[in-house]
């Protein structure tokens, strides 16, 4: 009994939740044309969220390469097949490791830091200074910094995938001696644009969500320090959620 | 309405305003008229919503009900591109000053020009010049806010607020943590401004002797209603106990200087005994 009022409540609110988000998204539209007009604001996003993630999204990425170098040759090796380490290596990160694994690094790195900027932002009657100077905190805050992350991360999930590809290839081919031919044929042989597209549709998607979460938890964040402590928080474990199932729903969609 | 009555009109009309923050009574039938091109003083026991009161007339939030009219228009009912036409004609100092943190002291000052106008950079170099000038911080144009003390973001808040020569402005405690040169330099900026430009000021302050020097009328706001108003004079000269202690700053009187509270001796006593 108390469990299932416990889970109903909870479940209401998160629905309630994402109306909210949507609904914010709905503003954010709203404020685009200013932004159109000046598309200087979302290229400096663009610069401040890559910036602030390619060290980790590199680093990551070839040890997230090393290790399906590793495993993957070790499940090949099995079936005599150390061959086809090169596509299987792409394929997984193409399709799947590559748009999940960045966006959950995005969401912890350049996510938790615009939350918290815009929150600050809030805190210090800096977006009230914007309204009474007649200047939309909407479109100069929030959307270059949507559409900055949003473009960021398909950007950042192709530095993820081809530094990757590169860890497989140091681990495949330099150390356990997977042919160096056979390596980059095979995964031109099976590797189809179908499998990039998914994989850029999925970046595309997470990229969405993951920085409007973390805009708008910024922008919606108690005005105080533990109020922006918490926003971050939020940001991370709802972006972190909401990419993992919507990988299942675009994998279930595209196969 | 014609233009001369429109000219005589009240620059803020606020009548029987109500509202209320999470639960609680701020403003319980408020009334107050600033006139066109004067400076108006209010002041209050801390707490009593004087910020909310610039809230309210900036139009960002919305009261319960009442009338707030702001050059003859209904804020409240006003939508977004009305309010914000009638925005750009003010200026607000904020309470902390609430400069952008990313922005260097001269792009904080020339950040509402370049949003507003179209002039060209050397134009808005001169303007922001003269502006930081004015407040006696040309020379920290460079720094960024987080370099300033509190006074000197103040003056430079002071600053942005003014860049546009606005026909209203705002300002919430500009003396608030100034040297008395500062401060000094402030109220004559508040004057001349007055003076030259005929601007309409309001000022929410605490400091009753220096505004007393400047200030056209004071409005005293305490417990959601205006409790005394008029020239400074006539204030320090009112036969309301609760003013006369506001103006002359006595801590005993009708204004309680503290929250309310239970008994003193009954808490801290209770406390030693539990
Ligand atoms: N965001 C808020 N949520 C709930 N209550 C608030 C909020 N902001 C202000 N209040 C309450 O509204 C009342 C008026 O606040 P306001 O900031 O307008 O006071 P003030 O007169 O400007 O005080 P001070 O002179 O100290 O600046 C206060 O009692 C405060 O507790
Ligand atoms: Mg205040």
């Known amino acids: 009994m108390n469990t299932a009022s416990f889970l109903s409540r909870r479940l209401i609110e998160g629905v309630g939740k994402l109306g909210a988000v949507g609904w914010f998204a709905i503003g954010m539209l709203a404020a685009l044309p200013y932004v159109l007009r000046r598309p200087a604001l979302v290229v400096q996003q663009i610069h401040n969220a890559g910036v602030l993630s390619l060290v980790i999204i590199m680093t990551s990425g070839f040890f997230v390469g090393m290790v399906i170098g590793l495993q993957g040759y070790d499940a090949f090796s099995r079936l005599r097949q150390e061959d086809l380490l090169g596509a299987g290596a792409a394929l997984t990160l193409l399709k799947e490791l590559g748009p999940v694994v960045t966006a959950l690094l995005f969401a912890g790195r350049a996510g938790t830091a615009l939350t918290a900027e815009i929150g600050l932002m809030r805190a210090t009657d800096q977006l009230s200074a914007m309204e009474v100077m007649a200047i939309d905190p909407m479109g100069r805050i929030a959307v270059p910094r949507w559409l900055g992350g949003a473009i960021s991360v ?10 990757g590809i590169l860890g497989a290839y140091f681990v495949g081919v330099r150390l356990m001696g997977v042919d160096n031919g056979a390596f980059w044929s095979q995964m031109q042989e099976f590797v189809e644009p179908a499998d990039v597209w998914e994989g850029v549709i999925k970046s595309a998607v997470f990229g969405l969500v993951a920085s409007l979460i973390a805009v708008f938890e910024g922008y919606t964040a108690e005005p105080t320090a533990e109020g922006v402590g918490l926003a971050t928080t939020r940001t991370v474990v709802l972006t972190s959620v909401l990419v993992l199932i919507l990988d299942y729903m675009i994998t279930a969609l595209l196969l | 309405m014609s233009a001369i009555s429109a000219a005589m009109a009240p620059m803020i009309e606020v009548s029987d305003l109500r509202y209320d923050s999470a639960g609680r009574r701020i403003f319980a039938g408020l009334n107050l008229a600033i006139r066109r091109g004067s400076i108006t003083a209010i002041m209050g026991p801390s707490g009593t ?100 003390s509190g006074g000197m973001s103040r003056r430079v808040a002071l600053a942005r607020a ?31 401004n007055n003076d030259v430009l005929g601007v309409t000021s309001v000022v929410v302050t605490h400091d009753v002797e220096e505004i007393s020097r400047i200030a056209d009328y004071c409005y005293v706001v305490s417990g959601g209603q205006v409790i005394g108003a008029g020239t400074p004079a006539e204030l320090g000269q009112s036969d309301s106990a609760m003013v006369r202690q506001f103006m002359s700053g006595a801590p005993d009187g009708p204004v309680p200087f503290h929250y309310p509270a239970a008994a003193y001796e009954t808490q801290l006593l209770g406390g030693q005994r539990s």
């Open chain 1, 154 to 163: 398909p950007l950042l999930t192709a530095v993820f995938n081809s530094v």
């Open chain 2, 49 to 148: 919503g004087k910020t909310t009161l610039l809230r309210l007339i900036t139009g960002q939030i919305r009261p319960k009900s009442g009338q707030l009219k702001v050059d003859g228009a209904e804020v409240a009912s006003l939508d977004r591109r009305e309010l914000f036409r009638l925005r750009r004609r003010m200026g607000m100092l904020f309470q902390n000053s609430a400069l952008l943190t990313d922005y260097s002291v001269f792009d904080n000052v020339a950040f509402p020009v370049r949003e507003h106008t179209a002039l060209d950079e050397r134009l808005i170099r001169t303007l922001v010049l003269m502006k930081l000038q004015a407040v006696g911080l040309r020379g920290a144009a460079d720094l960024m806010p987080a370099q300033l």
């Open chain 2, 162 to 192: 003014m860049v546009l020569d606005p026909d209203l402005l705002l300002y919430d405690e500009p003396f608030s943590g100034l040297d008395p040169i500062s401060m000094g330099m402030v109220l004559r900026l508040i004057k001349v």
